[in-house]
């Protein structure tokens, strides 16, 4: 018996979902909306299965982009992705790797909508114009021009400089040993002087409104994090994990996890993305199962 073709391309469906929506419980509604809407295709009519769910699936993610960007705008505090586990395989990928990262997918936020689906359908899932341009309503030309100044805008915008997955791992066992100390000077000397931290916590638990800037400042708050968990004698764990493809960390301070995703650059880090928010944390225990 043949296997249903949605059954063979789910991952690639849910990756695809994800990346449109930066959140694993969206793109899941997304998935089985689009699994109803196959049930009652007929096969017979549809001449490539991958390339018609890939499409069924991003139109879907676009209306709930299209739904979730009121809400999204009133959110509490800065909004980040949902993470999610990994394994270590996903970073055999590099474009893969790269695509679901927390720091593009960040910089994906900052796209409209239709802007995000052709830039995800062209430059990671390689997709042709002429089907593209069917699923957002354009023309090819008109396509193409959108994918351009969406590769010029997130080129702007992404970490300028791709790091291998050994030093990724190694400077985040610095900053993970740092944090553990609590030591200001340890945490100034793996971060690099520019660094920003940024914090989700939707307004449910304590976290950062807005970004910190500057190593000093940024250190200084994790040092204070630190000798507050002593103070009041809380069980404080920083364990390193993978997230969305690459070398992270998970955080328990008194059995509440938080997930920590390092950009690193030239051996120092960059930016820190701290997510507090409890709703975004349920994809920390079972690896996810990403393709394209």
């Known amino acids: 018996m043949t296997e249903d073709p949605f059954v063979a391309h789910r991952s690639l469906l849910f990756t695809v979902a994800y990346e449109m929506l930066g959140s694993a419980a969206d793109a899941e509604d997304v998935v089985q909306e689009s699994w109803l809407r196959w049930a009652g295709v007929d096969r017979s009519q549809v001449r490539d299965p991958r390339s018609y769910l890939v499409r069924t699936v991003t139109r879907q993610a676009l209306n709930r982009l299209r739904t979730l960007s009121r809400s999204r705008e009133e959110y509490v505090g800065e909004w980040l992705p949902e993470p999610l586990l990994t394994s270590p395989d996903v970073a055999e990928d590099v474009e893969l790797a790269e695509s679901v990262s927390i720091a593009m997918l960040t910089v994906l936020e900052t796209l409209g909508p239709a802007e995000r689906a052709v830039f995800v359908l062209r430059e990671v899932f390689e997709m042709p114009y002429d089907e593209i341009a069917e699923v957002v309503g354009k ?44 030591q200001l000077r340890e945490l100034l000397e793996v971060m ?8 989700d916590g939707g307004g449910v638990v304590a976290a950062l409104l807005a970004p910190i800037h500057g190593a000093e400042p940024v250190a200084k708050l994790l040092a204070r994090a630190n000798q507050h968990a002593d103070q009041v004698t809380a069980e404080f764990a920083a364990t390193p994990v993978w997230l969305n493809g690459a070398p992270a960390a ?4 008194d059995g ?15 930016r820190i993305y701290v997510m507090r928010n409890p709703g975004k944390l349920t994809r920390l225990d079972e690896p996810a199962v990403l393709a394209r």
Do not use: C, M
């Open 139 to 182: 023309s090819p030309a008109t396509a193409r021009q959108i994918a351009r100044r969406a590769r010029e805008h997130v080129s702007a915008r992404r970490p300028r400089v791709r790091v291998s997955r050994s030093e990724q791992q190694a400077v985040v066992a610095r900053f993970l040993a740092a944090l553990r100390t609590g």
């Open 192 to 199: 690099a002087p520019d660094v920003v931290l940024v914090a």
């Open 250 to 253: 998970r955080i328990e301070f």
């Open 256 to 270: 509440e996890p938080t997930a920590v995703s390092l950009v690193v650059e030239n051996g120092r880090v960059t």
